[in-house]
């Protein structure tokens, strides 16, 4: 669904909130889109028309294999944006991006945006900053992935998470959380129950409840502190607001 284009000081999007004034131009390009959960918004090596920026919603950079197994190897909430690539090459993505929480965002066609960040400077350091910080999180997150037990990487996934919707109770399955983990349910409903009889989280219908935020980081690996480090260093040179 898509809505009207939005005010620049109104946005939900925290980079592009950073950004003081808009080029008339792009901004009547800009349009709120509503996401749902589950919602495909790219696929892997295909063309890219439009970047997204998340306002509310949380995004899952997926990868697949032949069998059909899948693995999260990033997130991007409203600290950032989709479809970055096409700012570089309209065929590059290597993954597919997928919603896990529904929500709003804001969709800009990848040319204009293009041709806005030749002329912004400031905006583009961001967007690179960004690109920086999605890609120190894949990379930790290869590591994470290898060398950690799921109780860890759950534990790190719902900190990031968190960080990103800003709620305490969040719309993920251990079906999901299965998917984006690349492990099976059976694993994640065991770890997730360790974590709910320490009284770290709770869990009932579909939906995910952190009650002990700090008990939480105590059982994450460090891979947590590592991610948040680069976007909390991203945050301050582009001042972008909470």
Avoid at 120 to 132: E, I, K, M
Avoid at 142 to 155: I, Y
Avoid at 158 to 164: C, P, S, Y
Avoid at 208 to 225: F, H, K, M, N
Wanted: some cysteine; aromatic content about 8%; hydrophobic content about 45%.
């Amino acid at each position: 669904m898509i809505a009207t284009a939005p005010q620049a000081s109104a946005t939900q999007s925290r980079l592009l909130s950073a950004v003081s004034v808009f080029p008339a131009e792009l901004l009547s390009y800009a349009r709120e889109i509503k996401i749902t959960a589950g919602q495909t918004l790219y696929d892997g090596h295909t063309s890219i028309s439009h970047c997204i920026f998340p306002e509310t919603s949380l995004m899952s950079l997926m990868s697949y294999t032949e069998s059909g197994a899948s693995v999260a190897v990033g997130m991007v909430g409203n600290e950032g944006m989709l479809g970055i690539a096409a700012l570089f090459d309209e065929h590059l993505l290597p993954y597919r991006t997928t919603a896990h929480a529904a929500g709003t965002a804001i969709r800009m066609p990848a040319a204009k945006l293009r041709d806005w960040l030749r002329k912004d400077l400031v905006f583009r350091d961001c967007v690179v900053h960004f690109l920086h910080a999605v890609f120190s999180q894949v990379v930790q997150t290869a590591a994470c992935n290898r060398f950690h037990v799921t109780e860890q990487r759950l534990a790190r996934w719902l900190l990031l998470a968190h960080d990103r919707l800003n709620v305490d109770k969040m719309p993920f399955t251990h079906e999901a959380l299965a998917a984006v983990l690349g492990t099976d349910r059976v694993s994640i409903t065991r770890s997730a129950s360790k974590l709910k009889s320490e009284g770290f989280l709770n869990y009932s219908r579909g939906k995910t409840a952190i009650l002990d935020r700090q008990g939480l980081l105590s059982v994450s690996c460090e891979c947590y502190i590592t991610i948040k480090k680069e976007y909390d260093a991203l945050a301050q040179l582009c001042s972008l607001k909470k």
